[in-house]
């Protein structure tokens, strides 16, 4: 299983945004010394709190500090800019980061963004569409390409730089279960990122049945997209104690989502109960109707183990990133998962830990020897050690 994060990111618009683009930085380099598997960087252009505009930009710099892990868009908002622009751009950053880039893309889903465009929300998934599909011909094209569409006409482009990574750098897209948005994940065998709520839109399909869909999709295509690219999206924080870590984030939950995600959204999608008031909502009720994880290193693997069991089996999840408490506990939180979580889901501590249970089992019956035994030693005729040479 593999954990990567999504950073929107989220800062507060009264804070200097160089000092919070620097923590960014610095976030991203401890997730790749702590051993996480990707970073994915959104862009945005309005309402303040999600400042970065350009993630290729961001993470051009981010692949000086980070050395291991994939890095990608998440999303790259297509109907906003020309094909060639975003297929060329993310070419050479596949290069930067010497093969770990990841195009991520989506229609737009900030409702301020589609207004400062002035484009009509009916165009945004056509768009989108059309514009993929002339950056997988630019990116796997070896003749100049001509294609004229709805919204784009192409003549004669040619790709000089194609991506790090052959036939070309992967794509990515989010969804929140709606077939068409699996449907289009799986023509290009895209990784996949499923919002991993309880409480669907009408006629979406539920988190954890959304491979099994993306398969039944992609035998129709004839395509192969793998599991191991799926990523259920959540937010996870820990703590050394439960009560510790949600009297960390608790006030500030409710905050992100009272004072920023119903103005650019409406509150409708957050609600447990379309008959509560909005601002009843409490960060648990959010917590638990969206399957984020507050609490200790044991809480998280218990949950993720339920939604592993739940899904049949998941790829691995996404955490996005926030700011709800200070910085020394935001890097405890991906420490803590780190050293105890993620172990449990690499395998990487299951040796370690039968060798511990092969110890306590010899001590138990009495298989330990005592080093400090006066008595003789075996027969050597009789008895073979493990370091014995027969010559």
Not at 19 to 42: E, N, S, T
Not at 193 to 198: G, K
């Given at each position: 299983m593999k954990f990567s994060f999504f950073s929107m990111p989220l800062h507060l618009p009264n804070e200097n945004p160089s000092l919070a683009f620097k923590r960014d930085m610095d976030l991203i380099k401890l997730a790749d010394d702590l051993g996480y598997d990707g970073f994915f960087v959104g862009e945005h252009h309005t309402a303040a709190w999600e400042n970065i505009p350009s993630p290729e930009l961001f993470l051009s710099k981010a692949s000086a500090y980070a050395k291991r892990m994939q890095l990608g868009s998440s999303l790259v908002s297509l109907p906003f800019h020309h094909p060639f622009n975003v297929a060329e751009r993310f070419a050479f950053l596949d290069h930067l980061t010497e093969g770990r880039a990841v195009l991520g893309v989506g229609p737009c889903s900030l409702p301020p963004d589609v207004k400062l465009y002035n484009i009509p929300s009916q165009d945004l998934n056509p768009m989108m569409r059309e514009s993929l599909e002339i950056i997988d011909l630019l990116l796997t094209s070896d003749e100049p390409v001509s294609y004229s569409g709805k919204f784009w006409n192409i003549e004669d482009m040619f790709i000089q730089l194609k991506s790090y990574q052959q036939p070309r750098l992967p794509f990515a897209t989010a969804s929140v279960g709606s077939e068409r948005s699996l449907e289009f994940a799986s023509m290009y065998n895209m990784h996949i990122w499923s919002l991993a709520l309880e409480i669907t839109p009408p006629g979406a399909i539920h988190w954890s049945n959304q491979w099994k869909k993306v398969e039944e999709l992609s035998n129709k295509l004839g395509t192969s997209p793998s599991k191991d690219d799926w990523r259920v999206v959540t937010y996870v924080h820990l703590a050394e104690t439960t009560k510790q870590a949600w009297d960390e984030v608790e006030k500030a939950i409710e905050r992100d989502i009272h004072e920023y995600f119903y103005v650019i959204g409406g509150h409708e999608s957050w609600l447990v109960d379309q008959d509560q008031d909005p601002y009843s909502?409490?960060?648990?009720?959010?917590?638990?109707?969206?399957?984020?994880?507050?609490?200790?290193?044991?809480d998280a693997?218990?949950?993720?183990?339920?939604?592993?069991?739940?899904?049949?089996?998941?790829?691995?999840?996404?955490?996005?990133?926030?700011?709800w408490t200070n910085q020394n506990a935001i890097n405890n939180s991906l420490e803590l998962f780190a050293r105890y979580v993620m172990p449990e889901f690499k395998g990487h501590s299951k040796s370690i830990k039968k060798a511990w249970e092969i110890t306590k089992n010899d001590r138990k019956n009495n298989k330990i020897p005592s080093l400090s035994s006066k008595e003789s030693s075996p027969n050597l005729d009789k008895h073979k050690s493990n370091l014995y040479l027969n010559r």
């Amino acid at each position: 299983m593999k954990f990567s994060f999504f950073s929107m990111p989220l800062h507060l618009p009264n804070e200097n945004p160089s000092l919070a683009f620097k923590r960014d930085m610095d976030l991203i380099k401890l997730a790749d010394d702590l051993g996480y598997d990707g970073f994915f960087v959104g862009e945005h252009h309005t309402a303040a709190w999600e400042n970065i505009p350009s993630p290729e930009l961001f993470l051009s710099k981010a692949s000086a500090y980070a050395k291991r892990m994939q890095l990608g868009s998440s999303l790259v908002s297509l109907p906003f800019h020309h094909p060639f622009n975003v297929a060329e751009r993310f070419a050479f950053l596949d290069h930067l980061t010497e093969g770990r880039a990841v195009l991520g893309v989506g229609p737009c889903s900030l409702p301020p963004d589609v207004k400062l465009y002035n484009i009509p929300s009916q165009d945004l998934n056509p768009m989108m569409r059309e514009s993929l599909e002339i950056i997988d011909l630019l990116l796997t094209s070896d003749e100049p390409v001509s294609y004229s569409g709805k919204f784009w006409n192409i003549e004669d482009m040619f790709i000089q730089l194609k991506s790090y990574q052959q036939p070309r750098l992967p794509f990515a897209t989010a969804s929140v279960g709606s077939e068409r948005s699996l449907e289009f994940a799986s023509m290009y065998n895209m990784h996949i990122w499923s919002l991993a709520l309880e409480i669907t839109p009408p006629g979406a399909i539920h988190w954890s049945n959304q491979w099994k869909k993306v398969e039944e999709l992609s035998n129709k295509l004839g395509t192969s997209p793998s599991k191991d690219d799926w990523r259920v999206v959540t937010y996870v924080h820990l703590a050394e104690t439960t009560k510790q870590a949600w009297d960390e984030v608790e006030k500030a939950i409710e905050r992100d989502i009272h004072e920023y995600f119903y103005v650019i959204g409406g509150h409708e999608s957050w609600l447990v109960d379309q008959d509560q008031d909005p601002y009843s909502l409490t960060a648990k009720e959010i917590v638990e109707s969206r399957n984020w994880i507050v609490g200790t290193p044991e809480d998280a693997i218990k949950k993720i183990n339920e939604m592993n069991d739940k899904a049949d089996g998941l790829g691995g999840l996404m955490f996005t990133t926030h700011e709800w408490t200070n910085q020394n506990a935001i890097n405890n939180s991906l420490e803590l998962f780190a050293r105890y979580v993620m172990p449990e889901f690499k395998g990487h501590s299951k040796s370690i830990k039968k060798a511990w249970e092969i110890t306590k089992n010899d001590r138990k019956n009495n298989k330990i020897p005592s080093l400090s035994s006066k008595e003789s030693s075996p027969n050597l005729d009789k008895h073979k050690s493990n370091l014995y040479l027969n010559r």
